[in-house]
């Protein structure tokens, strides 16, 4: 593949077809804040460790910064920005503010992407299954009892 040739792709973006023509080393991050205009999606360390980056591919939580635009063509992300349905906030991003789950917000958008992809996995059965399965996000503010408050009063399960 030439660097910088541009390839077609289609993405179905929070319920919206949209095309694009990338470059084959523009990761999925960068297409969507770049490209998209969908700047929920953070960019953290850019090398898969923060979860900043946290989108759902297909309902799979994954980290945006390490796949690349080109392999996802014909695929399905949803965004933070795609959560709400209108003006009524998704159940999560709602506890999240009742919770008080976040501090500076940097890292909430992928908080919530990821939890929302626990929440459809449906692995998660206690609060150290959320905490488990919630790590690879990380909170510089140290929110994570809120998060994990929130996480649970959405899935049902008692602390």
């Not at 609060?127 to 790590?135: C, I, K, P, Y």
Request: charged share 20%.
């Amino acid at each position: 593949m030439d660097a910088y040739r541009q390839y077609p792709i289609r993405l179905r973006i929070n319920g919206e077809d949209r095309a694009f023509d990338v470059e084959s080393t523009v990761t999925l991050l960068d297409l969507l804040r770049d490209r998209a205009g969908l700047t929920g999606t953070k960019k953290g360390c850019d090398h898969g460790q923060c979860g900043a980056c946290t989108v759902l591919l297909d309902g799979r939580r994954i980290n945006a910064c390490l796949t690349l635009g080109v392999m996802q063509n014909g695929h399905e992300v949803t965004t933070i920005e795609g959560l709400a349905d209108g003006d009524t906030l998704h159940p999560l991003q709602q506890a999240f503010i009742d919770h008080d789950a976040f501090q500076c917000g940097y890292c909430t958008p992928g908080q919530i992407c990821s939890a929302a992809g626990l929440v459809a996995e449906g692995q998660a059965q206690t609060v150290d299954d959320v905490r488990e399965l919630m790590s690879g996000n990380v909170c510089r503010c140290g929110a994570y009892p809120q998060i994990v408050q929130a996480v649970c009063e959405v899935m049902g399960i008692a602390e």
